[in-house]
C-alpha cells in the first residue's frame, strides 16, 4: 500500500513516516503543499494524509484541487485545530477522516488503516432505490444529477439504502458506519445525515431522509 504524508513539521512527518515503513506501507513524504500536490497528481496513493497548515498551499487547499481533478484517493486530515467548524470545512473539501493533533500514534495507525481498507471496499458495489443510484466504484450518488461522496458519506448512505422504509436507530449507524471509532456519535451520525439531505437536494431526488438527531433515521421514496 502507498502512502503519502504531506506535513511541515520535518521531525514528525519522519516519525510518522518511519512508523507507516515499519507496518509495511510504501511511503513519499512532502513538506508543503505544493510538493504534496505535484505528488498526488503524478503517483498513484492507496491514502494520502495532509497537514492542513502548510506553506505554498494549505492542506484544504490541496485537497480542494484534488477533488476538482475528479482524484477520488481517500484523505485523512491533520492539524493542531479541533474546532467545530474546522472539521467541517474539511469533511466539506471533500476529507474522509480528520485527526487533531496531538495523536496516539496507535490511534494514527488505526485510522490510516480504515483509510486504505475502505478506499478499496466497494469497487463493484452498486445499489438502487427509487431514483437514486449508489455506485462503490466512485463513491457517487446519482439522481437528476450526480455528486460524490466521501467514504463515510457513501458508508451511511449503502446502510440506508440496505434498509429502505425501515429506520435505523443512531446507535445502529454509529455501530454499522463508525464501528465504535467515534466519541461524539450523536453528533457525528447528525453531521453526516445533514451532508446527505444536502446532496439529496443537489442531485434532484425525490428520495429523502426523515428523523431528528438523537433518533430513528429512514430513506423513504
Given at each position: 500500500?502507498?502512502?503519502?504524508?504531506?506535513?511541515?513539521?520535518?521531525?514528525?512527518?519522519h516519525?510518522?513516516?518511519?512508523?507507516l515503513?515499519?507496518?509495511?506501507?510504501?511511503v513519499?513524504?512532502?513538506y508543503?503543499?505544493?510538493?504534496?500536490?505535484?505528488?498526488?497528481?503524478?503517483?498513484?496513493?492507496?491514502?494520502?494524509?495532509?497537514?492542513?497548515?502548510?506553506?505554498?498551499?494549505?492542506?484544504?487547499?490541496?485537497?480542494?484541487?484534488?477533488?476538482?481533478?475528479?482524484?477520488?484517493?481517500?484523505?485523512?486530515?491533520?492539524?493542531?485545530?479541533?474546532?467545530?467548524?474546522?472539521?467541517?470545512a474539511?469533511?466539506?473539501?471533500?476529507?474522509?477522516?480528520?485527526?487533531?493533533?496531538?495523536?496516539?500514534?496507535?490511534?494514527?495507525?488505526?485510522?490510516?488503516?480504515?483509510?486504505?481498507?475502505?478506499?478499496?471496499?466497494?469497487s463493484?458495489?452498486?445499489?438502487?432505490?427509487?431514483?437514486?443510484?449508489?455506485?462503490?466504484?466512485?463513491?457517487s450518488?446519482?439522481?437528476?444529477?450526480?455528486?460524490?461522496?466521501?467514504?463515510?458519506e457513501?458508508?451511511?448512505?449503502?446502510?440506508?439504502?440496505?434498509?429502505?422504509?425501515?429506520?435505523?436507530t443512531?446507535?445502529?449507524?454509529?455501530?454499522?458506519?463508525?464501528?465504535?471509532?467515534?466519541?461524539?456519535?450523536?453528533?457525528?451520525?447528525?453531521?453526516?445525515?445533514?451532508?446527505?439531505?444536502?446532496?439529496?437536494?443537489?442531485?434532484?431526488?425525490?428520495?429523502?431522509?426523515?428523523?431528528?438527531?438523537?433518533?430513528?433515521?429512514?430513506?423513504?421514496?
Amino acid at each position: 500500500m502507498k502512502v503519502l504524508i504531506a506535513e511541515d513539521t520535518k521531525d514528525l512527518n519522519h516519525a510518522v513516516s518511519v512508523l507507516l515503513q515499519r507496518e509495511g506501507y510504501d511511503v513519499d513524504q512532502a513538506y508543503d503543499g505544493g510538493q504534496a500536490l505535484d505528488a498526488i497528481e503524478n503517483t498513484g496513493y492507496d491514502a494520502v494524509i495532509l497537514d492542513i497548515m502548510m506553506p505554498v498551499y494549505d492542506g484544504l487547499t490541496v485537497l480542494k484541487k484534488m477533488r476538482q481533478k475528479h482524484i477520488l484517493t481517500p484523505v485523512m486530515l491533520l492539524t493542531a485545530k479541533s474546532d467545530v467548524d474546522d472539521r467541517v470545512a474539511g469533511l466539506d473539501a471533500g476529507a474522509d477522516d480528520y485527526l487533531p493533533k496531538p495523536f496516539a500514534m496507535k490511534e494514527f495507525l488505526a485510522r490510516v488503516r480504515a483509510l486504505v481498507r475502505r478506499g478499496g471496499d466497494y469497487s463493484s458495489d452498486m445499489l438502487k432505490f427509487a431514483d437514486l443510484c449508489l455506485n462503490g466504484s466512485d463513491l457517487s450518488l446519482s439522481a437528476g444529477n450526480t455528486v460524490r461522496l466521501s467514504i463515510k458519506e457513501y458508508e451511511l448512505m449503502r446502510e440506508l439504502m440496505l434498509n429502505p422504509g425501515n429506520p435505523l436507530t443512531t446507535e445502529q449507524i454509529i455501530g454499522k458506519v463508525w464501528k465504535g471509532e467515534t466519541e461524539n456519535g450523536e453528533d457525528a451520525v447528525w453531521l453526516y445525515i445533514c451532508y446527505l439531505k444536502n446532496k439529496l437536494r443537489s442531485i434532484v431526488s425525490a428520495v429523502s431522509i426523515t428523523g431528528e438527531k438523537g433518533g430513528s433515521f429512514g430513506l423513504f421514496a
